[in-house]
């Protein structure tokens, strides 16, 4: 069964500061995703990691993924209140082909 | 490129009774569809996702069933809603070769 793992659940930061969210995953797979969800609302897709190496980066987030590890990891930059959501991760699930397993999200605050 | 449909936006339901949520995408044929099932302050589980029309894989033992009568048209349901049911569901698709998922609005059940 894959199983993914994100820490920390919870993370409360100042504005300005940086931080790394960590996503660990069980068994092989090539491709990771990461979403964002605002209280009350869907998720948003952020980054789509389908390689080893992959980098993507999009403001002050960055992603990257390391098959190898079987860890990826979301970079924050000099925090802004905008940025306080739920972040999960998302792996595919290489024998079905069709399913994601989603990580239990980690909840950031940013406050000034 | 797609856009998803749910309704209704919110719902509340008395112990006991029938349930049915719906998902239309329009912008895509032949997508694979997703309904996941997200509890207060926790994580997405996956609850049925579909390949084509009247196929259906589930993912979890329970008193939900889903329904796919049209290629672009998912349909959740339940005979005799139970308290565990309250939740936010929410229907998924891919648009590309990869498993990106794309999330629709939602629906906001609560069981009293």
């Known amino acids: 069964e894959l199983k993914v793992e994100q820490n920390p659940l919870f993370l409360s930061m100042q504005e300005g500061k940086n931080y790394t969210i960590y996503c660990n995953y069980s068994?092989?797979?090539?491709?990771l995703y990461w979403y964002r969800q605002d209280p009350g609302k869907s998720l948003e897709s952020l980054f789509v990691?389908?390689?080893?190496?992959a980098v993507k980066q999009e403001g002050r987030l960055m992603a990257s993924l390391d098959t190898k590890a079987r860890l990826s990891t979301l970079h924050i930059t000099a925090a802004v209140h905008d940025l306080s959501a739920t972040y999960f991760c998302?792996?595919?699930?290489?024998?079905?082909?069709?399913?994601?397993?989603f990580g239990k999200g980690t909840s950031l605050l940013v406050t000034p | 490129s797609q856009t998803i449909h749910q309704w209704p936006a919110t719902l509340v339901q008395p112990v006991g009774s029938p349930l049915s949520l719906e998902c239309t995408v329009e912008?895509?044929?032949?997508?694979?569809l997703y309904w996941y099932r997200q509890a207060a302050g926790r994580g997405l589980q996956l609850l049925f996702y579909?390949?084509?029309?009247?196929?259906i894989s589930s993912e979890v033992p329970q008193n939900l069933s889903a329904s796919r009568p049209q290629d672009r048209q998912f349909i959740l349901s339940s005979k005799k809603l139970l308290l565990s049911d309250s939740g936010f569901y929410l229907c998924?698709?891919?648009?590309?070769?990869?498993?990106?998922?794309?999330f629709g609005p939602g629906t906001r059940l609560t069981v009293l």
């Open positions: 998302a792996v595919e699930n290489s024998n079905s082909g069709y399913e994601l397993n």
């Open positions: 068994t092989t797979s090539d491709r």
């Open positions: 990691l389908l390689s080893n190496g």
């Open positions: 912008g895509t044929s032949n997508p694979n």
């Open positions: 579909s390949v084509g029309i009247g196929q």
């Open positions: 998924a698709t891919t648009e590309d070769s990869y498993n990106e998922q794309f």
